[in-house]
């Protein structure tokens, strides 16, 4: 069974850093891309970063970019999102995914697995 399991969430004040951790088990994600997403209540699902496996290129939403730094150990089968300089507007579940594709992807219906999501709370 495939699993992904994402950690490091929790409730933060602005200006204030977090790194999520996305492990993944149940088989090999070798030549899978990986993203997080999040969403927030009453929003719908957004794209925050993706990597991709071979030249591990990544991808960034604009709201995010230079602040968040997505990376992945692929020996220990983990994706990280680096998140500093956090802004209430970041507060939302954040989702990691994984795409049995080689490069990633912004659009989440491109990904076939999903963690159960951690919470990311940040105060004014």
């Known amino acids: 069974q495939v699993q992904l399991v994402e950690s490091g969430g929790g409730l933060v004040q602005a200006g204030d850093s977090l790194r999520l951790s996305c492990a993944a088990s149940?088989?090999?994600?070798?030549?899978?891309?990986m993203g997080w997403f999040r969403q927030a209540p009453g929003k719908e699902r957004e794209f925050v970063a993706a990597?991709?496996?071979?030249?591990?290129?990544?991808y960034y939403a604009d709201s995010v970019k230079g602040r968040f730094t997505i990376s992945r150990d692929k020996a220990k089968n983990t994706v990280f999102l680096q998140m500093n300089s956090l802004k209430p507007e970041d507060t939302a579940v954040y989702y990691c995914?994984?795409?049995?594709?080689?490069?990633?992807?912004?659009?989440?219906?491109?990904?076939?697995?999903w963690g159960q999501g951690t919470q990311v709370t940040v105060s004014s």
């Open positions: 995914a994984a795409r049995p594709q080689m490069y990633g992807s912004r659009r989440s219906k491109e990904y076939d697995y």
């Open positions: 990597i991709s496996w071979s030249t591990e290129t990544t």
């Open positions: 149940g088989r090999t994600f070798s030549g899978y891309a």
